[in-house]
Structures are given as C-alpha cells and as structure tokens.
C-alpha cells in the first residue's frame, strides 16, 4: 500500500471518496460489469480472435506487441496487442480494433477497466502523484473520449460514478471538474 507522507491532498481527497461504503459498492459493480462485458466480447468476437491468430501464424514474426504502461497505485502493467498484420486486410483489421482483443484478458485480470484514466507509460512522470492512480486505467476515458487534457483524468477519479462511466462508454464527455490545486499535472 502507499504511504501516507507521498499522498497529495487530491488523493487524499479522492481516496476517502471511494472508501465509503456506497462508493465501494459502486466499485464493486464497476468490476463485475467489466468480468460480464468483457467475457461476453470475448465469446461473441471469437471467430476474429481466430481468424487473426491464424493470419498471425503465417506471418511467422510473432503474434503480440506489448508495452510496459502505469496501473493502479503506479504499478507497471504489461499490455499486449496483436502484432500488426501486413497488407489491406490487416488495415482492415487494425481499423476495426482487432488488434486490441487481447486487452480484453488484461480487463479480465482486473489490469484495465473499460472506462478509466489513461494508461501512462511508465517514466512520464505525468500522473504519478495524482489521484488517477486510484484506479484501473481504462480501454477508455476523458482522455481518450477528447474530453479535455489528461488532467481531467485525475477529476474523473475524484468524481467517479457509474453514470460518468456510463456516459463515457457510450461516446458522451461527462462534466468533470478540476480539483483547484491540481497536484498531477
């Protein structure tokens, strides 16, 4: 666990936020929504994981890309895509988001979230000290949504609902409000 003297008071803030009861309870439902959502992708987009993993093998060069990116509470995660496939098909492929399948084991694992900050790589020194840090980095976010600058991931954090996750995943930039001393950027 951290210790207490690295804390900012954003995270402070944003931590007693999420251990009260009900927000646990959120966060509970949060995971067990990114096990169903992402077992169910899984078993529907199993022919594409199959028909890439079969091009894949012909290819010989292997079949992953992996990069070292920041977790919760700033912990290296090791996130793994399809290697690119050469010609139109393989843009194709790459288009349509094939080779992100994968990252729907590292969801499974409890490594990402569907929604959530971005995930830094690691020695950026951005978003290390902020309340980002508190949860899963996401497949997407406020970041990633063009919600506004990574900063407001560190406010998504602090003002976490379902309903904020909800309104992401479908496309939508919740309201977030910057804390006002901004301790990550």
């Not at 009861?21 to 966060?27: D, H, I, T, V």
């Not at 509970?28 to 028909?51: E, Y």
């Not at 602090?158 to 309903?163: C, K, M, N, P």
Request: hydrophobic fraction near 45%; charge should be positive; proline fraction near 6%.
């Amino acid at each position: 666990m951290e210790r207490e003297q690295h804390r900012s008071p954003d995270v402070e803030r944003a931590a007693r936020r999420l251990s009260r009861p009900r927000a646990r309870a959120a966060l509970a439902t949060k995971r067990l929504l990114d096990i169903v959502l992402a077992l169910a992708m899984i078993v529907a987009l199993l022919p594409l994981f199959v028909l890439v993993i079969v091009l894949l093998a012909f290819g010989g060069e292997g079949w992953f890309e992996q990069r070292t990116r920041l977790g919760r509470h700033g912990r290296p995660v090791v996130l793994s895509r399809f290697r690119e496939l050469p010609g139109a098909f393989g843009r194709l492929l790459g288009r349509i988001g094939a080779r992100d399948l994968p990252l729907l084991f590292a969801v499974l694992r409890g490594r990402l979230s569907f929604v959530g900050p971005r995930a830094l790589p690691a020695g950026t020194g951005y978003g290390h000290t902020g309340p980002r840090r508190l949860m899963a980095p996401g497949l997407t976010g406020p970041a990633q949504r063009g919600c506004g600058h990574e900063s407001l991931d560190d406010a998504y954090v602090e003002g976490w609902t379902l309903r904020v996750d909800a309104l992401l995943l479908v496309g939508r930039c919740p309201k977030l409000h910057q804390s006002v001393s901004n301790t990550s950027s």
